[in-house]
């Protein structure tokens, strides 16, 4: 257990202490389970209420609740000091183990120092694993591979031959990167096997759900840029291409050799077709599915995903499908109806 | 291979025997492969027609069927007691094998009784195993994880730091309970990681699929509560809460903070957005998207989701969208040439 | 590295050499890398503009490519031609590993000759592994599973109790095979879990992406039928029956009891329902969902899934649905007035 000072936690987050700067806190909570050895944060307006309710012994604010009548840091933003503050005491200052006698390493394997390599990992030869970093038990490490430093590999990941890995990267369980890609030529005898020989290349600040899959490329690379964040059961299909600090929610499936931009945002269930390219700071509805390219800044939805806008307008219309039939059917009648009057009236 | 009577199977599932309560059954199989050694059941009455062709020796059936001229077991409801009787023939009695010199368990593991903990199994300081629980190899049991009586843990399933989980819970292999939240404060230098401290807390007679995820909350717990069951490649964000006695399906995505309620269906990739409700007893289409809170009873499809009765509707005639649209067309022109005739008679 | 000439090449895959037979070619490569020692191939003629530019030393082709003024190989399907080549290329004669040291097998598994098992690999007892065949660190292999020759078992696969595959199987990491199937019979106490007692059998050639699942059948078998190449995080439900040469996309979901006919390519994300017939060579668009038999050679699309052609136009109009309502008031004002003409006319 941590305990710090309020003016302490405000000065971590560039923050402005209102109240007493000597509160002593022991941890972060949400406003509900919040004590008053608690500081916790007010980063949605619709909790204003809750904030009045609260027990909190101090709650990270913005501006405009400067009066709140409580022990506050006040700073531009809320949501981002909560999560340094919960980064500063979720710090946990463990020895690294060193390698478990139980891991399995081939010969000729190059680790960098204050390292962790768990109990039932296995790494291949011609590997290469940065300082600081951890590896988790049944973690597997394929030859050739490079992880840099400050990395954490989570319990049974995959990382097959050749992948390379930057600094600070974050890997969840059941994840495997460097997969063979799916290609085949079809011939008179079935589908015959194209060769995967390319790989993966992971770059720095890159966080990876779990049971993800990233395929090898068929040549050259499969790439994920730097400060990417993927969520779980996400898809990565070879020589795609996905830039920087993009986010790629649960359940993606990304076709082979397509183009992420970088501050794309992907949402749930979305699907990408093959060599497409989406543009810088595109936005994606949740299952959508994307069969043309998309330039840069565009909001789009719908499977076929279409301007966001568009399919807003267009989903509040569905329902009302069978009203537009009935509609239709109604007009037609009311036409006959006149077109036989004036026919008649000749 | 166990040999039983037709009316010890009656008694098991508390029905009666029609034709010889002494027949020897050996086993249950299907319709079609049923020998006379086995008893099958009927629980479907399209497949009544070829229970007169079947070879078992006796058929589980409804009292409607009473009068088949087999050897029965008539009982309320077939398909219950076919579970049950297959079950009973499913038992293995086999001794546990304690803790494989093969397994790697950190010092303070505190472990009950019967319990079978196989080779390459790793589990890490301050957890606890109960009774006749079954960890097979490969798995992964994190700090401070508490796992009940009379589980069945699945190869390389990975059951991250701080888990709960209840009694007789089963989960197959590949599932990741505990994997960090895709949780992230946006700041000028990208992402900022927000440290996910809840735990998942699984309960009683919870069944989870193969290579599912099931994330940590933030703060608190994710929750899956009693009688649960849950397919394949599932994906639940962290804070999550699912009810009891609920079914998801295959390759459902449920987004952070959402509740899910008691007796719910959730059929196959469906998608759930963050921060909802969906009430008890809610049924949900296939492919469904859901946008907005449900309230208990409804049934829902499409996406994004609406009535299903509707949602019927609008499928069927979705097809016809060019046909409406020439007929718009066709009215148009229809209505252009009354107004012409109209003003001309003017 | 191997050196090979390119008449040996040309010869490999039934084809021609324009230029000079005796070039000698060191690896495969895609146009844009290739250079002087390599060969690489023109499959699609929207590439041919990159062909001028390319350093490559020789080039597959088609024969209308005959007089592009360089070497080639020239022959009836390039990309066909590509991969056997690729695969010469490959080839890595890596001598077999026996049984690893930090392997675990029961006493009474059965090895065939070659084999390569690698550390923390477990083979339970009654499992019977094929000649050539190799299976990486983390696997699993449970009881009485039957392996043919010349499998790739990838690191952390699961391959459950009772498990038939046949020769030259590819299982990428991650993959669950014979995890029980969804099925539960409802009770006034919850679900009842119904035995899962079937197996999996995988045919010969079959190659099954990462991450996927495919659950063993309730009774009988769940089926992959020789050929068959299957993407990654795919699930397959127990007693679903896949046939011949299909191809089956990422994130694709079949649901039990289905069977899917040969040479049927389900693209990305598809859903499947239970107990259908796909027949033979159905082409089935990303995303879409299908709740219906299909009759063979079909192309659906969409969720619920229609005639391509006709989804094609459907989505073509969706957008559009807001304009086709505004065309449908606009027609009931103008039949409005035509009406009060009329009446007013009388």
């Not at 709650?59 to 500063?88: H, M």
């Not at 015959?192 to 050259?220: H, L, Y």
């Not at 949402?267 to 330039?295: E, F, N």
Request: with cysteine; hydrophobic share 40%; proline share 5%.
């Amino acid at each position: 257990m941590q305990q710090v000072t309020l003016s302490k936690l405000a000065q971590l987050v560039d923050g402005e202490v209102v109240g007493d700067p000597d509160l002593i806190i022991e941890g972060i909570a949400d406003l509900e389970d919040a004590g008053p050895e608690h500081i916790t944060f007010l980063a949605n307006p619709k909790y204003a209420g809750a904030v009045k309710s609260s027990k909190a012994g101090a709650i990270i604010v913005s501006p405009e609740w400067k009066k709140l009548g409580k022990n506050l840091v006040v700073c531009a933003d809320p949501y981002l000091a909560f999560a340094k503050i919960a980064t500063f005491f979720s710090r946990e200052e463990k020895a690294p183990i060193g390698v478990s006698q139980h891991a399995v390493l081939e010969p000729d394997v190059t680790l960098g120092e204050d390292i962790s390599i768990h109990p039932l990992v296995y790494i291949s030869s011609g590997s290469r694993i940065g300082d600081r970093t951890e590896i988790f038990p049944g973690s597997y490490v394929g030859e050739d591979v490079q992880i840099g430093n400050d990395c954490t590999i989570f319990p049974n990941v995959t990382i097959l031959k050749g992948t390379v890995i930057g600094d600070r990267v974050i890997i969840h369980s059941g994840t495997v990167i460097g997969s063979d890609g799916f290609g085949y030529a079809p011939s008179p005898e079935g589908y015959f096997k194209i060769p995967q020989n390319g790989i993966v290349q992971i770059d720095d600040d890159v966080e990876i759900g779990a049971n993800c899959t990233i395929d090898r490329a068929t040549f050259g690379k499969t790439r994920i840029k730097r400060g990417t964040k993927i969520d779980n059961l996400v898809q990565i299909a070879h020589n795609v291409e996905v830039g920087e600090h993009t986010a790629i929610v649960s359940q993606v499936g990304i076709s082979g050799s397509t183009k992420i931009g970088n501050q794309v945002i992907l949402a749930g269930q979305v699907g990408v077709a093959g060599h497409l390219t989406i543009g810088d700071r595109v936005r994606v509805g949740a299952q959508s599915g994307i069969a043309h390219s998309v330039p840069p800044g565009k909001d789009i939805s719908g499977s076929p995903a279409i301007e966001h806008r568009t399919w807003l307008k267009c989903s509040a219309i569905y329902p009302r499908l069978p009203q537009m039939r009935k509609n239709i059917r109604d007009l037609e009648k009311r036409i006959e109806i006149l077109e036989k009057k004036l026919n008649e009236g000749k």
